[in-house]
């Protein structure tokens, strides 16, 4: 029997976002904010919508609040059916993925994604109580919090491949200039390198200013099977090519959080997660690193963003600090990365990050992204990681 | 006056004794794979089944992977010291486990005492000291 190529693709109709800040309210009101945003982007009644999947995370009065429910509650019941998905930073991308599942097996046409969140202030730190069997209690009784583990990543950055502080410093930089602009940005401020250098340190080599904040904001995407797309004359809607939501394998090479130490890599080869997250997904949507437009990353730090440009493969492991001094990865250069002004503007909103990130990519692929326009954007592609094992890629092509 | 009482700050997961401190780490018996935390119930090697581990002292050296250090106070679990003082953070990785261990740098080295590459060495530091009572922990020192 031949092959014969299906397409694996769903349509993003509508987008839409609550800005990123610190507002003190409930991830619900910003959740039905960046819903309505999107429900009226993609110019879809809600009572339509048959599936909502809600991204959510398990912090601040979450539970009893499941987020795919308590949205679709506030919007109004309407019998649609409901998920929720929680899976850390990647929470978002698997609340998209159920909804891509359900359009793809043809259960339902039409569905509403939404990721929101509302943050404590100051460091992320773990539920209370002395609970040394979990590694995130053992890790902050250590001192260890999570900007250490971006600290330890870029220190060896910069003894493995030679990269400096300035360089650092040149990610916050652009990604500032990036977001200058951006209306759902918390942060909208240009710096120079002093301005970087003089804020303090908060583990060396990283400064307050290469470190992301944690903020509120939401995120929520309407998407259709290309099909029904087609019939409500958006043929060209940009369109989900790929998800990829894999774990690490086993060995897992580098320290992550919440571990203080790494698999043992005696018995296996030792692995990179990060790097196997785009993987994955190019493999899927039959693309690779010279198909893409631009790039949304996590840059929870500014160093960070240097290590995913070679998980992505938009460069060779060490050139990223290259790069970026090339100006490739500014807006109007080659590779753009975190034209929206990244998580260095947004700050982190965890449920709602990855879709914040497919929200970007969209604007982008439909040439409404303003004075952070990419020309002539045809594919865009998302990462992040965070804890757990948990980490996303999305491609998102025209 | 009353005695101040020292204990680990977690019970089995390191030691000392007349070769120095140690880390208590496990080793499953089918596969060789170490785990640090202890793992005593299954491997987590996906071609090894194994369920039978043996508890084994950990490499007392190893190489400097990459370090840090903590400029703000952590919040809770963390124990401050009034008024809070700094201390480094280092990635140690084992040669013969193949794996990278994290661990607070002793007292009075700062990261400018470091460098990615040099060997450390464990040692066995107050974590948080109370009145009465002293908690200890595995710490990360540049061997001599």
Redesign the interface.
Known sequence: MEARAVSRDIAILGVGMHPWGKWGRSFVDYGVVAARAALGDAGVDWRRVQFVSGAATIRNGYPGQVAGATFAQALGWQGAQVNTSYAACASGSQALAAARSKILSGECELALVIGADTTPKGFLAPAKGDRPDDPDWVRFRLGITNPTYFALYARRRMALYGDTVDDFAQVKIKNAEHGFENPNARYRKRFTAADVAASPMVASPLRLMDVCATSDGAAALVVSSVEYARRVGRADAPRVAAISTVTPTFASATIEMPDIATDSAVAAEAHSFRAALPAKAYEEAGLGPADVSLAEVYDLSTALELDWMEDLQLCRRGEAAALLRSGATRVGGRIPVNASGGLACFGEAVPAQALAQVCELTWQLRGQAGARQVAGAKVGITANQGLFGHGSTVIVRR | MTETISRP??EGWFAESEGGAHLIGAR?TS???????RQSRYC?????DGEQFEDVRLSRQGRL????????Q??????AAEPYVP?A?A?VELER????????VVRGVD?GALQ??MTMELVVEP?SETATERQL?WKWKPAP
């Open positions: 700050f977690l499953c596969c060789g794979t170490y785990y640090f935390p987590r090697n996906p071609a090894c992977w990459s370090y840090t250090d903590a400029c703000y952590p919040p809770e679990p963390y124990v201390f953070i990635a486990e193949k794996m990278i261990v994290l661990g607070q990261v990615v590459g974590l922990a």
